[in-house]
């Protein structure tokens, strides 16, 4: 079974920073891409960020392209979520995910199988 724990999250002021982490085991961490998701309250599950096995394309949606970074490290089986210039709009439970299929990726909820239990980030003055 994949297991996914995200840590990392916290309450930070508008303009701040914060780093996810998703450390990973139960699967073959090098094969398969990953990708961050975010969940505000009343609302559904969005995605965020995504990264691509061979760690050669990453793909942001627009909300926080040039703010978020996502990177992985195949050899501690982790993936991160570097957040920069935080908004209030931002705050949500951050979700790191694992698709169904080796070797690619999407930004299509349903293609991820495999899911960490969330970490809370709140952006607030």
């Known amino acids: 079974q994949v297991h996914l724990i995200e840590s990392g999250g916290g309450t930070v002021r508008p303009g701040g920073s914060l780093r996810l982490s998703c450390a990973a085991s139960?699967?073959?961490?090098?094969?398969?891409?990953l990708g961050w998701f975010r969940q505000a309250p009343g609302k559904g599950r969005e995605f965020v960020a995504r990264i691509n096995s061979a760690i050669n394309y990453t793909d942001y949606t627009d909300f926080v392209k040039g703010r978020f970074t996502i990177s992985r490290d195949n050899t501690s089986n982790t993936v991160y979520l570097q957040m920069n210039s935080l908004k209030p709009e931002d705050t949500a439970v951050y979700y790191c995910a694992v698709p169904g299929r080796p070797l690619y990726t999407s930004r299509v909820e349903s293609t991820f199988h495999s899911w960490g239990q969330g970490t809370q980030v709140t952006v607030s003055s």
């Open positions: 139960g699967v073959s961490f090098n094969r398969y891409g």
